[in-house]
Protein backbone atom coordinates (compact mmCIF):
# COMPACT_ATOMS: atom_id res chain seq x y z
CA UNK A 1 0.00 0.00 0.00
CA UNK A 2 1.24 3.17 -0.86
CA UNK A 3 1.91 6.09 2.44
CA UNK A 4 -1.14 7.16 4.26
CA UNK A 5 -3.21 4.00 3.29
CA UNK A 6 -2.55 2.45 6.50
CA UNK A 7 -7.02 2.19 6.57
CA UNK A 8 -9.03 2.07 3.35
CA UNK A 9 -10.36 5.40 4.35
CA UNK A 10 -7.23 7.02 4.93
CA UNK A 11 -5.61 6.03 1.93
CA UNK A 12 -4.09 8.63 -0.86
CA UNK A 13 -6.14 8.33 -3.83
CA UNK A 14 -3.06 8.78 -6.38
CA UNK A 15 -3.01 8.97 -10.45
CA UNK A 16 -4.41 5.92 -12.24
CA UNK A 17 -0.16 4.97 -13.41
CA UNK A 18 0.31 4.18 -9.32
CA UNK A 19 1.70 0.50 -8.77
CA UNK A 20 -1.59 -0.17 -6.48
CA UNK A 21 -4.26 -1.91 -8.45
CA UNK A 22 -6.99 0.65 -6.02
CA UNK A 23 -5.65 3.38 -8.32
CA UNK A 24 -5.92 1.80 -11.69
CA UNK A 25 -9.01 2.33 -12.74
CA UNK A 26 -9.36 6.34 -11.93
CA UNK A 27 -9.41 9.02 -14.51
CA UNK A 28 -6.02 10.71 -15.32
CA UNK A 29 -5.70 14.19 -13.44
CA UNK A 30 -4.88 17.54 -16.13
CA UNK A 31 -1.31 18.25 -16.56
CA UNK A 32 -1.44 20.89 -14.88
CA UNK A 33 -2.89 19.20 -11.51
CA UNK A 34 -0.11 16.88 -11.86
CA UNK A 35 1.29 17.40 -8.14
CA UNK A 36 -1.98 18.59 -6.79
CA UNK A 37 -3.26 15.25 -5.22
CA UNK A 38 0.29 15.05 -3.90
CA UNK A 39 0.29 18.43 -2.34
CA UNK A 40 -3.00 17.99 -0.97
CA UNK A 41 -1.76 14.95 0.63
CA UNK A 42 1.63 15.84 1.95
CA UNK A 43 1.74 19.01 1.48
CA UNK A 44 4.66 19.81 4.03
CA UNK A 45 6.66 16.63 1.97
CA UNK A 46 10.10 17.59 0.31
CA UNK A 47 9.16 17.57 -3.46
CA UNK A 48 12.61 18.32 -4.78
CA UNK A 49 15.67 19.89 -4.49
CA UNK A 50 18.61 21.31 -6.51
CA UNK A 51 21.18 21.52 -4.38
CA UNK A 52 20.88 25.05 -3.58
CA UNK A 53 16.72 25.50 -3.71
CA UNK A 54 14.51 23.07 -2.60
CA UNK A 55 10.36 23.02 -2.53
CA UNK A 56 7.76 21.10 -0.83
CA UNK A 57 4.55 20.09 -2.99
CA UNK A 58 2.84 22.92 -1.44
CA UNK A 59 5.09 25.28 -2.09
CA UNK A 60 5.39 24.00 -5.94
CA UNK A 61 1.58 24.12 -6.46
CA UNK A 62 1.75 27.52 -5.00
CA UNK A 63 4.08 28.88 -7.43
CA UNK A 64 2.91 27.00 -10.18
CA UNK A 65 -0.51 28.12 -9.65
CA UNK A 66 0.62 31.72 -8.47
CA UNK A 67 2.54 31.41 -12.42
CA UNK A 68 -0.52 29.88 -14.02
CA UNK A 69 -2.32 32.76 -13.15
CA UNK A 70 -0.16 35.93 -14.13
CA UNK A 71 0.58 33.39 -17.74
CA UNK A 72 -2.98 33.78 -18.27
CA UNK A 73 -3.33 37.41 -17.74
CA UNK A 74 -0.45 37.60 -20.35
CA UNK A 75 -3.07 35.83 -23.13
CA UNK A 76 -1.38 32.35 -22.73
CA UNK A 77 -4.07 29.80 -23.32
CA UNK A 78 -5.19 26.03 -24.92
CA UNK A 79 -2.38 25.55 -27.63
CA UNK A 80 -0.32 28.08 -27.26
CA UNK A 81 3.51 27.32 -26.81
CA UNK A 82 5.06 28.65 -23.93
CA UNK A 83 8.95 28.17 -23.99
CA UNK A 84 11.21 27.38 -21.58
CA UNK A 85 15.35 28.77 -21.82
CA UNK A 86 16.15 25.76 -19.36
CA UNK A 87 18.62 24.62 -16.90
CA UNK A 88 19.00 21.72 -13.76
CA UNK A 89 17.05 23.91 -11.76
CA UNK A 90 13.80 23.40 -8.97
CA UNK A 91 12.12 25.58 -10.57
CA UNK A 92 11.72 24.36 -14.45
CA UNK A 93 8.68 21.86 -12.78
CA UNK A 94 6.96 24.42 -11.63
CA UNK A 95 7.67 26.21 -15.01
CA UNK A 96 6.00 23.41 -16.93
CA UNK A 97 3.04 22.63 -14.65
CA UNK A 98 2.21 26.06 -14.61
CA UNK A 99 2.56 26.19 -18.47
CA UNK A 100 -0.05 22.99 -18.21
CA UNK A 101 -2.38 24.41 -15.90
CA UNK A 102 -3.04 27.24 -18.60
CA UNK A 103 -3.91 24.01 -21.36
CA UNK A 104 -0.46 25.44 -23.08
CA UNK A 105 2.54 23.51 -24.70
CA UNK A 106 5.71 22.95 -22.48
CA UNK A 107 8.80 23.84 -24.50
CA UNK A 108 12.21 23.54 -22.77
CA UNK A 109 15.00 24.25 -24.86
CA UNK A 110 18.88 24.34 -24.05
CA UNK A 111 19.84 27.71 -22.61
CA UNK A 112 22.95 26.73 -22.92
CA UNK A 113 22.57 26.55 -26.59
CA UNK A 114 24.45 29.62 -29.20
CA UNK A 115 21.85 32.59 -29.60
CA UNK A 116 21.79 32.11 -33.10
CA UNK A 117 20.05 28.42 -32.66
CA UNK A 118 18.02 29.80 -29.77
CA UNK A 119 16.64 32.49 -31.93
CA UNK A 120 16.23 30.46 -34.86
CA UNK A 121 13.66 27.46 -32.68
CA UNK A 122 11.89 30.62 -31.13
CA UNK A 123 11.22 31.91 -34.63
CA UNK A 124 9.70 28.82 -35.58
CA UNK A 125 7.99 28.07 -32.43
CA UNK A 126 6.11 31.66 -32.15
CA UNK A 127 5.87 31.43 -28.92
CA UNK A 128 3.26 33.58 -26.46
CA UNK A 129 5.81 33.70 -23.64
CA UNK A 130 9.68 33.36 -23.31
CA UNK A 131 10.53 32.36 -20.11
CA UNK A 132 14.59 32.10 -18.73
CA UNK A 133 16.45 31.66 -15.83
CA UNK A 134 18.96 33.89 -16.26
CA UNK A 135 18.74 37.75 -17.14
CA UNK A 136 20.46 37.47 -20.90
CA UNK A 137 19.12 40.27 -23.12
CA UNK A 138 15.81 38.86 -24.90
CA UNK A 139 16.18 37.02 -28.39
CA UNK A 140 13.12 36.35 -29.48
CA UNK A 141 11.86 38.59 -31.88
CA UNK A 142 8.11 37.70 -30.81
CA UNK A 143 6.69 36.62 -27.36
CA UNK A 144 6.31 37.99 -23.65
CA UNK A 145 9.92 37.85 -22.56
CA UNK A 146 10.25 37.08 -19.13
CA UNK A 147 13.96 36.82 -17.33
CA UNK A 148 14.96 35.50 -13.76
CA UNK A 149 14.70 38.69 -12.06
CA UNK A 150 10.64 38.92 -12.89
CA UNK A 151 10.10 35.41 -12.92
CA UNK A 152 11.54 35.14 -9.19
CA UNK A 153 9.49 38.13 -8.61
CA UNK A 154 5.98 37.04 -9.88
CA UNK A 155 6.46 33.51 -8.35
CA UNK A 156 7.39 34.86 -4.32
CA UNK A 157 4.48 37.63 -4.97
CA UNK A 158 1.34 36.85 -3.93
CA UNK A 159 -0.71 33.52 -4.34
CA UNK A 160 -3.21 33.80 -7.39
CA UNK A 161 -5.60 31.41 -7.40
CA UNK A 162 -5.62 29.80 -11.55
CA UNK A 163 -8.64 27.22 -12.49
CA UNK A 164 -6.76 24.18 -14.30
CA UNK A 165 -7.60 24.29 -18.33
CA UNK A 166 -7.80 20.62 -18.34
CA UNK A 167 -6.21 19.79 -22.51
CA UNK A 168 -8.02 17.30 -24.52
CA UNK A 169 -5.90 14.06 -25.20
CA UNK A 170 -5.41 15.10 -28.54
CA UNK A 171 -3.50 18.54 -27.55
CA UNK A 172 0.20 18.95 -27.39
CA UNK A 173 1.52 18.11 -24.23
CA UNK A 174 5.22 19.40 -25.07
CA UNK A 175 7.58 20.12 -27.56
CA UNK A 176 11.22 18.16 -27.61
CA UNK A 177 13.47 19.45 -30.20
CA UNK A 178 16.31 16.58 -31.41
CA UNK A 179 18.95 17.22 -34.40
CA UNK A 180 17.99 17.18 -37.48
CA UNK A 181 19.32 15.38 -40.73
CA UNK A 182 18.15 18.14 -43.09
CA UNK A 183 20.38 20.53 -40.54
CA UNK A 184 17.49 21.77 -39.30
CA UNK A 185 16.71 20.63 -35.67
CA UNK A 186 12.86 18.38 -35.59
CA UNK A 187 10.72 19.57 -32.85
CA UNK A 188 8.95 16.07 -31.71
CA UNK A 189 4.93 17.02 -30.88
CA UNK A 190 3.63 14.93 -27.60
CA UNK A 191 0.31 14.77 -26.92
CA UNK A 192 -1.26 14.46 -23.46
CA UNK A 193 -2.98 10.84 -24.50
CA UNK A 194 1.05 9.66 -25.62
CA UNK A 195 2.44 11.39 -22.15
CA UNK A 196 -0.73 9.89 -20.23
CA UNK A 197 -0.28 6.47 -21.82
CA UNK A 198 3.70 6.27 -21.24
CA UNK A 199 3.29 7.34 -17.50
CA UNK A 200 0.94 3.97 -16.79
CA UNK A 201 3.19 1.69 -19.77
CA UNK A 202 6.49 2.72 -17.58
CA UNK A 203 5.79 2.90 -14.32
CA UNK A 204 4.83 -0.58 -14.22
CA UNK A 205 8.77 -0.77 -14.47
CA UNK A 206 9.58 1.88 -12.67
CA UNK A 207 7.60 0.93 -9.81
CA UNK A 208 8.02 4.58 -8.48
CA UNK A 209 5.70 5.13 -5.37
CA UNK A 210 5.66 7.72 -2.88
CA UNK A 211 8.27 6.64 -0.93
CA UNK A 212 10.43 6.45 -3.51
CA UNK A 213 13.33 9.18 -3.63
CA UNK A 214 14.81 9.58 -7.14
CA UNK A 215 17.98 10.94 -8.60
CA UNK A 216 17.56 12.88 -11.48
CA UNK A 217 20.46 13.83 -13.67
CA UNK A 218 18.87 14.71 -17.37
CA UNK A 219 19.37 18.00 -18.05
CA UNK A 220 15.21 19.33 -18.96
CA UNK A 221 16.05 19.75 -22.59
CA UNK A 222 15.98 16.09 -22.95
CA UNK A 223 13.13 14.27 -22.76
CA UNK A 224 14.35 11.57 -19.99
CA UNK A 225 13.30 14.80 -17.55
CA UNK A 226 9.66 13.90 -17.62
CA UNK A 227 11.00 10.32 -16.69
CA UNK A 228 12.90 11.18 -14.10
CA UNK A 229 11.71 14.18 -12.58
CA UNK A 230 7.67 14.99 -13.42
CA UNK A 231 6.53 11.02 -13.24
CA UNK A 232 7.82 10.77 -9.46
CA UNK A 233 6.64 14.34 -8.31
CA UNK A 234 2.93 12.91 -9.46
CA UNK A 235 3.10 10.32 -7.37
CA UNK A 236 4.41 12.27 -4.30
CA UNK A 237 7.85 10.66 -4.62
CA UNK A 238 11.30 13.24 -3.97
CA UNK A 239 13.51 14.04 -6.58
CA UNK A 240 17.10 15.16 -6.27
CA UNK A 241 17.87 17.19 -9.57
CA UNK A 242 21.68 16.89 -9.22
CA UNK A 243 23.49 20.03 -10.48
CA UNK A 244 26.96 19.02 -9.70
CA UNK A 245 30.37 18.33 -11.59
CA UNK A 246 29.72 14.67 -13.39
CA UNK A 247 32.26 13.31 -11.43
CA UNK A 248 31.84 9.65 -9.87
CA UNK A 249 32.85 10.48 -6.42
CA UNK A 250 30.60 13.37 -5.98
CA UNK A 251 27.26 11.40 -7.77
CA UNK A 252 27.74 8.07 -5.59
CA UNK A 253 28.04 10.32 -2.47
CA UNK A 254 24.94 12.67 -3.31
CA UNK A 255 23.21 9.10 -3.98
CA UNK A 256 24.50 7.66 -0.41
CA UNK A 257 22.98 11.31 1.42
CA UNK A 258 19.73 11.49 -0.33
CA UNK A 259 19.32 8.07 0.34
CA UNK A 260 18.24 7.64 -3.27
CA UNK A 261 16.21 4.77 -4.29
CA UNK A 262 15.65 4.79 -8.08
CA UNK A 263 19.17 5.51 -9.82
CA UNK A 264 18.22 6.59 -13.87
CA UNK A 265 21.55 7.59 -15.50
CA UNK A 266 22.33 7.67 -19.29
CA UNK A 267 25.44 4.67 -19.94
CA UNK A 268 27.86 7.44 -19.92
CA UNK A 269 27.02 8.73 -16.57
CA UNK A 270 26.12 4.90 -15.44
CA UNK A 271 30.37 4.40 -16.06
CA UNK A 272 31.00 7.10 -14.45
CA UNK A 273 29.21 6.30 -11.07
CA UNK A 274 30.32 2.72 -11.25
CA UNK A 275 34.05 4.05 -11.48
CA UNK A 276 35.69 0.49 -11.32
CA UNK A 277 32.85 -1.21 -9.48
CA UNK A 278 34.48 -1.41 -6.25
CA UNK A 279 32.20 1.21 -4.93
CA UNK A 280 29.04 -0.68 -5.60
CA UNK A 281 28.30 -2.31 -2.50
CA UNK A 282 25.11 -2.29 -0.22
CA UNK A 283 26.84 -0.28 2.46
CA UNK A 284 27.45 3.07 -0.08
CA UNK A 285 23.70 2.17 -1.35
CA UNK A 286 21.69 1.01 1.47
CA UNK A 287 18.64 2.61 -0.10
CA UNK A 288 18.63 1.40 -3.77
CA UNK A 289 15.69 -0.51 -5.16
CA UNK A 290 16.36 0.16 -9.07
CA UNK A 291 19.31 0.84 -11.26
CA UNK A 292 18.06 2.06 -15.47
CA UNK A 293 20.13 3.04 -18.16
CA UNK A 294 19.75 3.62 -21.54
CA UNK A 295 19.88 6.28 -24.28
CA UNK A 296 23.19 4.79 -25.76
CA UNK A 297 24.51 1.26 -25.73
CA UNK A 298 26.01 0.17 -22.38
CA UNK A 299 29.54 -1.77 -21.84
CA UNK A 300 27.88 -5.30 -20.20
CA UNK A 301 30.25 -4.96 -17.89
CA UNK A 302 29.01 -1.97 -16.46
CA UNK A 303 25.67 -3.37 -15.87
CA UNK A 304 27.44 -6.50 -14.57
CA UNK A 305 28.83 -4.89 -11.71
CA UNK A 306 25.70 -3.43 -10.15
CA UNK A 307 24.08 -6.76 -10.56
CA UNK A 308 26.83 -8.60 -9.33
CA UNK A 309 27.48 -5.93 -6.26
CA UNK A 310 23.14 -5.48 -5.70
CA UNK A 311 22.11 -9.07 -6.56
CA UNK A 312 18.63 -7.38 -4.72
CA UNK A 313 18.23 -4.38 -6.83
CA UNK A 314 16.25 -4.59 -10.36
CA UNK A 315 19.23 -3.45 -13.10
CA UNK A 316 17.12 -2.53 -16.51
CA UNK A 317 18.17 -1.84 -19.89
CA UNK A 318 15.93 0.46 -22.04
CA UNK A 319 15.05 1.98 -25.45
CA UNK A 320 13.32 4.93 -26.37
CA UNK A 321 13.26 7.37 -29.04
CA UNK A 322 11.75 11.11 -28.63
CA UNK A 323 9.03 10.08 -31.06
CA UNK A 324 8.00 7.10 -29.24
CA UNK A 325 7.36 9.15 -26.00
CA UNK A 326 10.53 8.52 -23.80
CA UNK A 327 10.91 4.73 -23.20
CA UNK A 328 9.00 2.34 -25.30
CA UNK A 329 11.08 -0.90 -24.92
CA UNK A 330 13.03 -2.40 -21.89
CA UNK A 331 14.85 -5.69 -20.38
CA UNK A 332 15.66 -6.60 -16.75
CA UNK A 333 18.89 -8.06 -16.34
CA UNK A 334 17.77 -10.95 -14.03
CA UNK A 335 21.14 -12.85 -13.85
CA UNK A 336 24.40 -11.39 -15.04
CA UNK A 337 26.22 -12.81 -18.25
CA UNK A 338 29.90 -13.15 -17.41
CA UNK A 339 30.74 -13.86 -20.66
CA UNK A 340 28.94 -11.51 -22.67
CA UNK A 341 31.04 -9.56 -24.81
CA UNK A 342 27.81 -7.84 -27.21
CA UNK A 343 25.71 -5.89 -25.26
CA UNK A 344 22.49 -6.73 -22.85
CA UNK A 345 19.16 -6.55 -25.03
CA UNK A 346 16.57 -3.65 -24.94
CA UNK A 347 14.00 -6.20 -24.03
CA UNK A 348 10.40 -6.28 -25.33
CA UNK A 349 7.90 -3.46 -25.87
CA UNK A 350 5.67 -1.91 -22.56
CA UNK A 351 2.32 -2.26 -22.76
CA UNK A 352 0.18 -0.31 -25.09
CA UNK A 353 3.49 -0.30 -27.33
CA UNK A 354 3.41 -2.67 -30.51
CA UNK A 355 7.57 -3.42 -31.94
CA UNK A 356 7.92 -5.10 -35.00
CA UNK A 357 11.53 -5.80 -37.36
CA UNK A 358 11.38 -4.98 -40.56
CA UNK A 359 13.68 -5.93 -43.71
CA UNK A 360 12.37 -4.58 -47.20
CA UNK A 361 9.04 -4.78 -46.52
CA UNK A 362 8.75 -7.79 -44.71
CA UNK A 363 8.08 -8.53 -40.41
CA UNK A 364 10.83 -10.53 -39.14
CA UNK A 365 10.32 -12.93 -36.71
CA UNK A 366 13.23 -15.53 -36.82
CA UNK A 367 15.97 -14.53 -34.49
CA UNK A 368 19.36 -12.75 -35.75
CA UNK A 369 17.80 -11.46 -39.10
CA UNK A 370 18.47 -7.79 -38.79
CA UNK A 371 16.00 -4.64 -39.84
CA UNK A 372 14.53 -2.00 -38.67
CA UNK A 373 12.85 -1.12 -35.82
CA UNK A 374 9.40 0.30 -36.13
CA UNK A 375 7.84 1.26 -33.37
CA UNK A 376 4.12 1.77 -32.64
CA UNK A 377 0.68 2.17 -30.60
CA UNK A 378 -0.70 4.91 -28.17
CA UNK A 379 3.10 6.94 -27.46
CA UNK A 380 3.89 7.27 -31.20
CA UNK A 381 4.17 11.26 -31.36
CA UNK A 382 1.90 13.56 -33.39
CA UNK A 383 4.59 14.36 -35.55
CA UNK A 384 7.24 16.78 -36.14
CA UNK A 385 6.53 20.50 -35.23
CA UNK A 386 5.71 22.15 -38.36
CA UNK A 387 7.14 19.31 -40.80
CA UNK A 388 4.35 17.79 -41.88
CA UNK A 389 6.90 16.38 -44.78
CA UNK A 390 9.19 14.91 -42.70
CA UNK A 391 6.49 13.42 -40.71
CA UNK A 392 5.29 11.53 -43.36
CA UNK A 393 8.52 10.31 -44.43
CA UNK A 394 8.68 8.51 -40.89
CA UNK A 395 5.04 7.83 -39.96
CA UNK A 396 3.42 4.95 -41.42
CA UNK A 397 0.49 3.18 -40.41
CA UNK A 398 0.39 -0.80 -40.32
CA UNK A 399 -3.03 -2.44 -39.66
CA UNK A 400 -4.92 0.51 -38.39
CA UNK A 401 -1.90 1.69 -36.01
CA UNK A 402 1.01 4.49 -36.33
CA UNK A 403 4.15 3.55 -36.70
CA UNK A 404 7.16 5.15 -36.24
CA UNK A 405 10.15 3.95 -38.47
CA UNK A 406 13.19 4.84 -36.22
CA UNK A 407 16.25 4.05 -38.49
CA UNK A 408 17.43 1.77 -35.73
CA UNK A 409 18.86 -1.95 -36.76
CA UNK A 410 17.74 -4.64 -34.40
CA UNK A 411 17.08 -8.11 -33.85
CA UNK A 412 15.95 -11.01 -32.06
CA UNK A 413 17.33 -13.17 -30.13
CA UNK A 414 16.92 -16.93 -28.68
CA UNK A 415 14.25 -15.68 -26.35
CA UNK A 416 12.37 -13.19 -28.44
CA UNK A 417 14.05 -10.55 -27.22
CA UNK A 418 15.24 -7.58 -29.22
CA UNK A 419 18.98 -6.46 -29.07
CA UNK A 420 20.10 -3.11 -30.55
CA UNK A 421 22.61 -3.47 -33.62
CA UNK A 422 23.51 0.01 -34.65
CA UNK A 423 21.92 2.41 -37.09
CA UNK A 424 20.67 2.57 -40.98
CA UNK A 425 21.81 6.28 -41.26
CA UNK A 426 24.30 8.75 -39.48
CA UNK A 427 22.67 9.62 -36.60
CA UNK A 428 24.47 8.97 -33.15
CA UNK A 429 24.08 8.63 -29.67
CA UNK A 430 26.67 10.51 -27.25
CA UNK A 431 25.71 10.59 -23.41
CA UNK A 432 22.57 10.17 -24.07
CA UNK A 433 22.06 13.11 -26.49
CA UNK A 434 20.89 12.11 -29.60
CA UNK A 435 22.80 13.66 -32.55
CA UNK A 436 22.47 13.77 -36.34
CA UNK A 437 25.50 13.89 -37.50
CA UNK A 438 24.20 15.12 -41.52
CA UNK A 439 23.00 18.03 -38.75
CA UNK A 440 26.61 19.04 -38.40
CA UNK A 441 27.68 18.15 -41.91
CA UNK A 442 25.23 20.45 -43.37
CA UNK A 443 26.37 23.40 -41.19
CA UNK A 444 29.91 23.13 -42.47
CA UNK A 445 28.91 22.81 -46.24
CA UNK A 446 27.50 26.34 -45.17
CA UNK A 447 30.83 27.91 -44.61
CA UNK A 448 32.06 29.45 -48.06
CA UNK A 449 35.10 27.90 -49.33
CA UNK A 450 34.61 24.42 -48.13
CA UNK A 451 34.52 21.97 -50.99
CA UNK A 452 33.22 18.80 -49.01
CA UNK A 453 33.03 17.44 -45.75
CA UNK A 454 33.64 14.64 -44.01
CA UNK A 455 31.69 14.06 -40.26
CA UNK A 456 31.68 10.64 -38.08
CA UNK A 457 32.67 9.26 -34.55
CA UNK A 458 36.17 8.07 -34.01
CA UNK A 459 37.87 6.80 -30.63
CA UNK A 460 40.18 8.91 -28.92
CA UNK A 461 41.90 8.24 -25.75
CA UNK A 462 39.13 5.46 -25.02
CA UNK A 463 35.98 7.35 -25.78
CA UNK A 464 33.89 8.22 -28.95
CA UNK A 465 34.52 11.56 -30.15
CA UNK A 466 32.97 13.31 -32.83
CA UNK A 467 35.29 13.84 -35.84
CA UNK A 468 35.73 15.95 -38.81
CA UNK A 469 37.38 16.77 -41.97
CA UNK A 470 36.76 19.48 -43.92
CA UNK A 471 38.35 19.83 -47.44
CA UNK A 472 39.20 22.93 -48.81
CA UNK A 473 41.75 24.58 -51.27
CA UNK A 474 42.44 27.07 -48.28
CA UNK A 475 43.40 25.86 -44.89
CA UNK A 476 42.14 28.98 -43.44
CA UNK A 477 38.48 28.09 -44.61
CA UNK A 478 39.22 25.65 -41.34
CA UNK A 479 39.08 28.93 -38.71
CA UNK A 480 36.03 30.02 -39.84
CA UNK A 481 34.18 26.49 -39.79
CA UNK A 482 35.18 26.12 -36.37
CA UNK A 483 33.69 29.51 -35.35
CA UNK A 484 30.17 28.41 -37.51
CA UNK A 485 30.02 25.71 -35.54
CA UNK A 486 30.41 27.27 -32.51
CA UNK A 487 27.98 29.84 -33.22
CA UNK A 488 25.20 28.04 -34.78
CA UNK A 489 25.40 24.12 -32.57
CA UNK A 490 25.57 23.57 -29.30
CA UNK A 491 28.66 22.30 -27.17
CA UNK A 492 27.78 18.71 -27.47
CA UNK A 493 27.36 18.43 -31.08
CA UNK A 494 31.06 20.02 -31.63
CA UNK A 495 33.87 18.16 -33.02
CA UNK A 496 36.49 17.23 -30.42
CA UNK A 497 38.74 15.95 -33.65
CA UNK A 498 39.21 18.30 -36.68
CA UNK A 499 41.11 17.56 -39.80
CA UNK A 500 41.73 19.60 -42.75
CA UNK A 501 42.28 18.02 -46.50
CA UNK A 502 44.10 20.21 -49.29
CA UNK A 503 42.50 17.44 -51.89
CA UNK A 504 39.13 16.01 -52.22
CA UNK A 505 38.76 12.18 -52.10
CA UNK A 506 36.20 10.62 -53.31
CA UNK A 507 35.14 6.79 -53.95
CA UNK A 508 33.80 5.10 -57.30
CA UNK A 509 30.76 6.55 -57.19
CA UNK A 510 31.63 10.10 -56.90
CA UNK A 511 30.70 10.65 -52.95
CA UNK A 512 32.63 11.69 -50.57
CA UNK A 513 35.21 8.56 -48.95
CA UNK A 514 34.37 9.17 -45.75
CA UNK A 515 35.63 5.93 -44.74
CA UNK A 516 39.09 6.82 -46.54
CA UNK A 517 39.36 9.78 -44.64
CA UNK A 518 38.03 8.59 -41.36
CA UNK A 519 40.24 5.63 -41.24
CA UNK A 520 43.41 7.91 -41.29
CA UNK A 521 41.97 10.41 -39.39
CA UNK A 522 40.96 7.61 -36.38
CA UNK A 523 44.15 6.14 -36.51
CA UNK A 524 46.20 9.84 -36.19
CA UNK A 525 43.82 10.34 -33.52
CA UNK A 526 44.63 7.10 -31.33
CA UNK A 527 48.26 7.80 -32.15
CA UNK A 528 48.09 11.36 -30.60
CA UNK A 529 47.07 13.83 -27.91
CA UNK A 530 46.01 16.50 -30.41
CA UNK A 531 42.93 17.09 -31.60
CA UNK A 532 43.80 19.08 -34.87
CA UNK A 533 45.32 17.20 -38.44
CA UNK A 534 46.31 18.19 -41.68
CA UNK A 535 45.56 15.08 -43.67
CA UNK A 536 48.48 15.35 -46.51
CA UNK A 537 48.38 14.41 -50.18
CA UNK A 538 50.88 11.36 -49.59
CA UNK A 539 48.17 9.49 -46.83
CA UNK A 540 49.73 11.13 -43.89
CA UNK A 541 48.01 12.98 -41.12
CA UNK A 542 50.12 15.55 -39.49
CA UNK A 543 48.92 17.19 -35.92
CA UNK A 544 49.42 20.60 -35.58
CA UNK A 545 49.58 23.07 -32.79
CA UNK A 546 46.76 25.76 -32.30
CA UNK A 547 48.59 28.30 -34.14
CA UNK A 548 48.75 25.63 -37.12
CA UNK A 549 51.62 24.46 -37.00
CA UNK A 550 52.87 20.93 -37.74
Known amino acids: MTQGSATADSRVALPPWSIDPADRERPAPALGDLVRTAAAAWPDRPA ?74 LGRLDPRVVLALDDREPVAENGRWVGRTELDGILSGPAREWPTVPHGPDATAYIIFTSGSTGEPKGVEITVANLVAYFGNHNEVLRFTPESRVFSLSPFHFDVSIEDTLLPLSLGAFVHQFRGMHAGAVMRAVITRERITHLIAVSTLLTMITEGGKHVTRENFPRLEMVMTGAEVCDPGVINVWKDGLPEVRVINVYGPTEATIVCVAHEIERVDPERVASYPIGRPLRGVVAR ?138 PTVVAWSPELSVSSTGKTDEKLLMGRLADAARASSATRFVLTADGDAEPVDEDGHA
Open 357 to 494: IMDDGTEVHEPDRVGELWIGGEQVMRGYYGQPEETARRVVEVDGVRHYRTGDLCSYDENGDIVFRGRNDDEVKLAGRRIHLGEIRQTVLSCPGVERAAVALVQRLGHDVIALVVMAPDRAVVADVEKRLAELLPSYML
Open 48 to 121: LHDGRLGLTFAELERRATTLAAWLAGQGVGPGDRVAILAEKSALVPVLAVAIWKCGAVYVPLDGTAPVPRLRGL
